[in-house]
């Protein structure tokens, strides 16, 4: 087995360059196989190592903290963030798909978040393919899943500012 250091080395290049897994290959003397289940499985070893630290899970009081700066900076009441999805183009390694109109094809896959009032990644959802329409990236995501399960700590009501009354959350 390859060492830890060389492992995020292969990986980092991987992701800093437009390098094939056969160039890594050949570059770090490993099976291309080899060399994608290594980028891989450091991608989400370094996933599950940061992830806790650099976006946590949000509990209430960071969605309420949220809903507050929403309300502070564009006063819009209740709004728990900024949803949006953007395609993230990969390049068609196979060759296998031609075309032969101009229309540029280009593969994707597509980034789903929900930012904070200044534009900040609280929950992120990678990997919908790129052909989907945004409703049905959002209604295949795990986003969806977690939100329809209520397993994202979402206030159940919120103080609507000027208002005697309180209302479900955006």
């Known amino acids: 087995p390859l060492p830890a250091t060389e492992r995020l080395v292969i990986t980092l290049r991987y992701l800093a360059s437009e390098d094939t897994h056969q160039s890594q290959s050949f570059h770090f003397r490993a099976g291309i196989s080899t060399v994608r289940s290594i980028t891989a499985e450091t991608c989400t070893v370094i996933w599950k190592i940061l992830q806790p630290q650099v976006m946590p899970k949000p509990n209430e ?59 900040k990644f609280v929950v992120v959802d990678v990997g919908s393919c790129g052909g989907n329409s ?17 397993k994202l700590s979402i206030p159940q009501r919120g103080y609507i500012p000027g208002l005697e009354a309180t209302s479900q959350e955006i």
């Open 134 to 150: 945004d409703g049905g990236v959002l209604s295949r995501s795990s986003l969806d899943k977690k939100l329809m399960s209520d």
């Open 61 to 119: 009081e960071h969605w309420l903290k949220i809903a507050s700066e929403f309300f502070t900076r564009f006063q819009f009441p209740l709004c728990l963030g900024a949803v949006d999805g953007k395609h993230i183009r990969i390049k068609n390694r196979t060759s296998r798909v031609r075309s032969i109109t101009t229309i540029n094809i280009f593969f994707s896959i597509i980034l789903l978040a929900v930012t904070d009032a200044s534009g």
